[in-house]
C-alpha cells in the first residue's frame, strides 16, 4: 500500500519559514519524481516545486521561484519543501505527490499517479 504522508504545515506570519517534509512508504522511492502541488479554496491545483528521481534537477512555479526549495533525501524516502519568505497568497493545502520518472509533465498533475493527503500552510498578513 503506497502511502505518502505530510508533515511540517501550520500558521506563520508573513516573511517567515516553514519546511514540509513528505514521507513515503510502499513505492520504491528512489526511482519516482517528486512534486508538491498546492490548492487555495476556490482555485485550481497548482504547481508548486518537483525534482527528478536522482535529485539532479528541480523545477518550480513561477510564484515561488527563489523563494522556496525543494530537496529529497532517497536513503530516508523523504522529500522536502523549505519555504522561506512566505506571503499570505501562499496559504493553501499543499501536496506531496509521486509520479513515474519518465512519464508526463514535472508541472502536470496528472503525471503524478500517487498522493498525500495534504498539509495545510497559513501565512498571515
Known amino acids: 500500500q503506497v502511502q505518502l504522508v505530510e508533515s511540517g504545515g501550520g500558521l506563520v506570519q508573513a516573511g517567515g519559514s516553514l519546511r514540509l517534509s513528505c514521507a513515503a512508504s510502499?513505492?520504491?522511492?528512489?526511482?519516482?519524481?517528486m512534486g508538491w502541488f498546492r490548492q487555495a479554496p476556490g482555485k485550481e491545483r497548482e504547481f508548486v516545486a518537483a525534482?527528478?528521481?536522482?535529485?539532479?534537477?528541480?523545477y518550480y512555479g513561477d510564484s515561488v521561484k527563489g523563494r522556496f526549495t525543494i530537496s529529497r533525501e532517497n536513503a530516508k524516502n523523504t522529500v522536502y519543501l523549505q519555504m522561506n519568505s512566505l506571503k499570505p497568497e501562499d496559504t493553501a493545502v499543499y501536496y506531496c505527490?509521486?509520479?513515474?520518472?519518465?512519464?508526463?509533465?514535472?508541472?502536470?498533475?496528472?503525471?503524478?499517479?500517487?498522493w498525500g493527503q495534504g498539509t495545510q500552510v497559513t501565512v498571515s498578513s
Open positions: 525534482i527528478r528521481w536522482n535529485g539532479r534537477s528541480t
Open positions: 510502499g513505492i520504491t522511492f528512489s526511482v519516482y519524481k
Open positions: 505527490a509521486a509520479g513515474a520518472r519518465y512519464y508526463g509533465n514535472n508541472d502536470s498533475p496528472t503525471a503524478y499517479g500517487y
